[in-house]
């Protein structure tokens, strides 16, 4: 099962495809059963060579930045007809569009589950709150208690000062 740091490393890989106006990104969530090997593909297209360069590069700038993460492996970045890009937990296609409708990996992982991004920003938002006001309540609890400690003690030295 994905982590939330996958999904947000995933969600972050996507916002970069989007800022290099990739077309057409696509978020797939592969089946645990039918794929062991990874849990996301985000398959991506350009609309030439330096388009996909550019987008396999913002990928790599933004998650080593974001997340200190580089990818296992790259391939293809070099001709840049389809960039593969192998982050273990995800794996990020980048083609050109031509290429991507030639081999259509999206009808090789038919059991994978579409995620969509407006979903998946949304899902991550709605766990985040939950996580930091959790926490939240816990310090300001603690942070009362230790205040009325320091309270208690400097009362507790006024009187032994005065006796």
């Not at 890009?85 to 050109?96: A, E, Q």
Request: charged share 35%.
């Amino acid at each position: 099962m994905a982590t939330m740091n996958t999904r947000r490393m995933v969600l972050a890989a996507a916002e970069a495809c989007e800022d290099k106006k990739a077309e057409d990104t696509r978020i797939l969530e592969l089946d645990e059963v039918d794929a062991g090997f990874t849990d996301f593909f985000l398959i991506t297209s350009g609309s030439n060579e330096r388009q996909t360069q550019a987008i396999a590069d913002e990928i790599e700038i933004r998650l080593k930045r974001d997340f200190q993460i580089y990818p296992n492996s790259v391939e293809g970045r070099r001709r840049g007809e389809w960039v593969l890009m192998d982050y273990v937990d995800f794996v990020v296609h980048i083609f050109l569009t031509e290429k991507r409708a030639y081999y259509d990996i999206e009808r090789l992982r038919k059991s994978a589950r579409s995620v969509d991004l407006a979903q998946l920003k949304a899902m991550l938002l709605e766990k985040t709150v939950v996580a930091r006001s959790k926490p939240a309540k816990k310090t300001v609890a603690k942070k009362a208690a230790v205040g009325k400690k320091a309270v208690k003690k400097k009362a507790v030295k006024k009187k032994t000062l005065k006796h």
